[in-house]
């Protein structure tokens, strides 16, 4: 079965760094390394996951303005896992993180909680 799997969340204060993985677990390598995959944010109260960082097979990045300059996408094609370097973490960072391609088309997995207290 088709799956993300995100790891690595937790509580970290205003102004620390984290870093959160996501394995593709299921699909075959051909199928994710030309795959673009995003990291998504849903914050407290919100229903609405918003896309923050994402990056092409090519390895090409884009990112929310929101976190410029202080987070940062990579992906591992071998291990079909895609890392998010958070930094200078401000308590507006906080939610569940969760990736999936720029289409949403991936079951969605249970993601990771990160808070970031003031």
């Known amino acids: 079965q088709v799956r993300p799997v995100e790891s690595g969340g937790g509580n970290v204060q205003a102004g620390g760094s984290l870093t959160i993985s996501c394995k593709s677990v299921g699909l075959i390598t051909s199928v994710f390394n030309p795959k673009t995959m995003g990291w998504y944010r849903q914050a407290p109260g919100k229903q609405q996951r918003e896309l923050v960082a994402?990056?092409?097979?090519?390895?090409?990045?884009n990112y929310a303005d929101s976190v410029k300059g202080r987070f940062t996408i990579s992906r591992d094609n071998a291990k079909k896992t895609v890392y998010l370097r958070m930094s200078s973490l401000e308590p507006d960072d906080t939610g569940v993180y969760y990736c999936n391609d720029e289409g949403r088309e991936l079951p969605w997995g249970q993601g990771t909680q990160v808070t970031v207290s003031a």
């Open positions: 994402s990056i092409t097979g090519s390895k090409s990045t």
